[in-house]
């Protein structure tokens, strides 16, 4: 079994902590340049994927996912390029696809689709859309979205944006058809409606055991039968915030200043506790943090994929604003030091099943 290993980013712009305990201010310009050396990186270092989200407000720099990963198409060879995630809700699914089909063309068929409700909401008001109809704002556009992606002239009809009737959408992409991925934050509909639909399905597990979302597997795999899917050709990702340093105690002290600056904000938002060095332990060692050094971090990566069945594990960072060099080091270690020992893993337990 191939396991692919990736890199998820939110493009976070919050002020910075550095080592020597002063604050900076990160631009959204600089933000945005740094993300795209990380992207190259990635490539380099040989990771399969790498994911960027949409936010539309001041503390994430990026609100255009495309167009930072159309830029790094023609610098990088080898490397999917996907959101995490497409406010599917609050976008029009004929600009989504021909962005995408766009950035495939930029990166020779490389560009994937991971469209989500999106746990934030400034884009609905931003966009004129109402909250009210959260549901059936990404239910009908994820039809529409469908069926562009599977006809090159389409007609279609519903009650969030104007009908289509027999319109072409242009250009086409350079795959058949563009890898459509269902984001969830664990919700049982998210798991029925992406086996419904056949299609993969990226769990964002940010807090908990990640051994409890077998029950959402185990719902998403009965489903996808029951509606005659080949489960073979469908996949699940798991996608958890983390980070790789050369011992576990470097990776605990240069993530967690971050990570907690994250957290707070959304916490006086969201009517969260602030988080703790307690609570962060208690991720790290019982959770869903992926922290420490390459060892630590590809064995917890192994006990997931296999408690889960996965195909493919995403690892978010930085979480909140690091040093650009930190980030850049983590990435490099998780291609170089942490994939290779995923890889032989795997690899020797699919011969000793072949035997």
Known sequence: MKIELGITSFGDNRTRYNENGSYEKISAHERIRNIVEEIQVADEVGLDIYGLGEHHRKDYAVSDPVSILSAAAVLTKNIKLSTAVTVLSSDDPVRVYERFATLDALSNGRAEIMAGRGSFIESFPLFGYDLNDYEILYEEKLDLLMKINQSEKVSWQGTTRAPLNNLGVYPRAVQKELPINIASGGTPESSVRAAELGLPITYAIIGGNPKRFRQNVNL??????????????????????GFVADTDMEAYQKFYPSTKSSHDVLAKERGWPEYSEAMFMSEVEHGALYVGSPETVAQKIIDTVEALGSKRFMIQMPVGSMPHEDTIKAIRMFGENVKPIVDHYFEKNNESSAK
């Open 220 to 241: 998403y795999e009965m489903v996808a039968k029951d509606n005659g899917h080949d489960l073979s050709k469908m996949f699940i990702t798991t996608n958890s915030w």
